[in-house]
């Protein structure tokens, strides 16, 4: 099966995270997970986001779930030594990521909805998005490895896996690889439309995921490209069954989310990137002045067709209840 419109429907935390009124229910925050217990490392450029292992995370987790967050984005970030050029650690069902993914399903049950990201940059060693032969990023051999982190992501309890990477043709050879292993409620959140971007900088600290040489503009849209490619990659991953889609980043590209959510009949998010998040820290350092604002941008993205947000802000916004 292709398109399972029940996968949005499976769980209360995903009905409403993607069909109830705009609101806390509707952000998502992101963890960057690493390996070890008791580390919890300040980001580079990110004030307020962490780097944490399995053990501060569900700590973290667990606060922001009282706080009234029900949604979480996970990127595993891989030591240095553990890296190679088939980015091996990130299908590998014993990593600190996959442990997360199990921990934090048991603790919370289905009352949380776990997004994982599926992409090779974190675990190659040239960092790029794909498999790379003779200094070119490969397709379908990239797919093909996308679809084994996937259902390894499913196996572990995540509720969407979330493609990034960019390669042609990924979300039906994911979808497929999903069936074939029975995950029929696991869905796919698509970056359908994605930049080559600047605005991804402290994230690649983060995620430790710069590329060593060149960069992503071989599968990362150009940001001079019109409104007729957005159209098309968004339609072309709902066509393959993507479960919801999203546009990257947010803030530059909200005309683009704007006719993105006009065109497609799937759920759709806007991720809210590192660059966008460090440029709102930088510029408002009380609390009064954020909260304006931070709350400007999220009804921004509201207005623009966002039915999900993927934002940084999401802990600030629930710990002070900006948003109910
Ligand atoms: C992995 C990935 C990136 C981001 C999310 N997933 C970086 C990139 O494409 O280089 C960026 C997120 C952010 O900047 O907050 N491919």
């Given amino acids: 099966m292709k398109t399972r419109p029940r996968i949005n429907r499976w769980t209360e935390a995903r009905r409403e995270l993607l069909f109830g009124d705009f609101s806390l229910k509707s952000l998502v925050q992101p963890h960057f997970v690493v390996e070890g217990s008791n580390v919890d490392n300040p980001v580079n450029g990110m004030e307020g986001i962490h780097q944490q292992s399995v053990d501060v995370l569900i700590e973290t987790v667990r606060k922001d779930v009282e706080h009234g967050l029900t949604a979480i984005m996970l990127f595993g970030v891989v030591e240095q030594s553990d890296k190679d050029e088939n980015a091996t650690k990130a299908s590998d069902t014993t990593s600190h990521l996959h442990e997360a993914i199990k921990q934090i399903r048991s603790e919370f049950g289905d009352t949380i909805v776990i997004m994982t990201d599926v992409c090779l940059c974190t675990a190659t060693n040239h960092g790029h998005c794909g498999l790379v032969e003779h200094g070119h990023i490969v397709n379908d051999a990239s797919v093909d490895r996308l ?149 400007e941008i999220m009804t921004s993205f509201k207005r623009a067709g966002a039915d999900v947000v993927v934002t940084y802000h999401a802990r600030e916004i629930a710990r002070n209840a900006w948003m109910q």
């Fill in 147 to 295: 679809c084994e982190i996937a259902v390894s992501h499913a196996q572990a309890g995540a509720d969407y896996v979330c493609a990034s990477d960019m390669m042609d043709g990924r979300v039906s050879a994911i979808r497929h690889a999903l069936e074939t292993a029975n995950h029929t409620s696991t869905g796919v959140l698509s970056y359908s439309v994605k930049y080559a971007s600047s605005f991804y900088g402290p994230f690649r600290h983060a995620a430790d995921s710069s590329p060593e040489f060149g960069d992503r503009s071989t599968h990362q849209m150009n940001i001079n490209s019109g409104y007729g490619e957005a159209v098309l990659e968004a339609q072309l991953d709902e066509s393959e069954g993507a479960d919801i889609i999203m546009v990257k980043p947010g803030l530059p590209y909200l005309d683009v989310l704007r006719k993105v959510a006009d065109c497609v009949n799937r759920p759709v998010a806007v991720y809210n990137v590192s660059g966008e998040y460090a440029m709102v820290m930088n510029s408002a350092k009380d609390l009064d002045s954020r909260k304006e604002l931070v709350c």
